[in-house]
């Protein structure tokens, strides 16, 4: 006699209309049906570690199946936007976190992490996407502090230049044609207008670059020698 048994189907978080299967003892399962769970893909109907296929033939002590998942794996691309990084690309899975993920480098630039569509993404945050997406690197330009003053003032017999000063070691240079740049600030004496330039660099940083003027006015004072 062919015995038929109605066997319970458990999907867990899964999806699946039908929730029961009907089968004919000691005969082949046939056609099992797939449940579906967002981010995850179905390894199969299980009991306890045995896997069932549509050839598993049907017994008596069978009177549930239990879908199994494994989470889905992805390709996340790092875009360096501007920088370099290694590995380009890693594997992570759905539902899991991004876990290891490489820091790409830029010169003069600081990096402040990776973004997917405006929301950040670390090593601990949560697998949301579940397909292949991108990631990009944001950065700030690294530009050394400057302030910068020239000098004005009516002609005292004594030297005057342009006051540069910057943050951290930052190298200074100077130049009165705008070509040749040397450590030495320029100091005038005599009346007249002169357009000192200054380069600031610091290391891992944009240069940054100016020109202030030392005007010496003729004025009305006599310099008195004794």
Known sequence: KNEKITITLNVGDGILEQTTIEVTKNQKFGELPTPTKDGYQFLGWYVKDQLITPDTIVTGNIDTLEAKYARETITVTFDANGGTVSPESI????DGTYGNIPYPSRENYTFHGWYYEGTAVSPSKKVLVNEDHTVVAAWTENRPEVTAKGYEGDYDGFEHSITVTSDGDATITYSTDGQNYTSENPKFVN????????????????EESGSETVKINKGNNKIVLS
């Open 191 to 206: 009346v007249g207008t002169y357009t000192v330039y200054y380069k600031v660099k610091l290391a891992n940083a944009f």
């Open 91 to 94: 594997l992570v899975e759905v």
